[in-house]
């Protein structure tokens, strides 16, 4: 059985500070991406980045670029975003999951495989 465990986020002033954490057990398969997305409330969710843990590819959507970052600890099976400078409009539920690649910002290949969601709010 695969599972996604998320932990992190809360609330930050603006310019604050966070980070999330995606511990994940169960995937078949040694390489693969874990993918960022986040989803507003009224707002289709959307993806905030990417990273391929068999070359280290990172991609970002254009909105958190230069202030989040994504990366993965293989050893211990868990994905991270380090999310800097933060703004009232990224606030939302933040999803981490699991897939084969990224196309680009969008880890894709699977379709079930996402955490639980972590609350980021962002107060100006």
């Known amino acids: 059985e695969v599972q996604l465990v998320e932990s992190g986020g809360g609330l930050v002033q603006t310019g604050g500070s966070l980070r999330l954490s995606c511990a994940y057990s169960?995937?078949?398969?040694?390489?693969?991406?874990i993918g960022w997305f986040r989803q507003a409330p009224g707002k289709e969710r959307e993806a905030v980045s990417c990273?391929?843990?068999?070359?280290?590819?990172?991609y970002y959507a254009d909105s958190v670029k230069g202030r989040f970052t994504i990366s993965s600890d293989n050893a211990k099976n868990t994905g991270f975003l380090q999310m800097n400078d933060l703004k009232p409009e990224d606030t939302a539920v933040y999803y981490c999951k699991i897939g084969i690649v990224c196309i680009r910002e969008i880890v894709s290949g699977t379709d079930n495989y996402w955490g639980q969601g972590a609350q980021v709010t962002v107060s100006s």
């Open positions: 169960g995937f078949p398969f040694d390489d693969h991406a």
């Open positions: 990273i391929s843990t068999s070359d280290g590819r990172t």
